[in-house]
């Protein structure tokens, strides 16, 4: 998953303001008790971040985006 791709995903599931308070300030163990912010920028691949948003709000990420 290209990083773009992963941006415009965050932003459909919870709204373009809210999913940048989401990348740099939510901590997830999925992620080593990283931000999503940090895991990026660790290196951490796309598709291995957006699993991991998945499973901590997977009422909140529409099937589609899955």
Partial sequence: MRLTDF???LA???????AA???SD???SQLGGRTI????AAGMETH???RA???AYPDRVPARLR
Avoid at 12 to 18: D, L, N, Q
Avoid at 37 to 40: D, N, T
């Fill in 26 to 28: 939510q901590v997830l």
């Fill in 12 to 18: 459909e599931a919870f709204g373009p303001g809210y």
């Fill in 7 to 9: 941006w415009t995903r």
């Fill in 53 to 55: 948003v998945v499973a």
């Fill in 37 to 40: 912010e940090q895991a990026l």
């Fill in 48 to 50: 291995v971040v957006w």
């Fill in 21 to 23: 308070s989401i990348a």
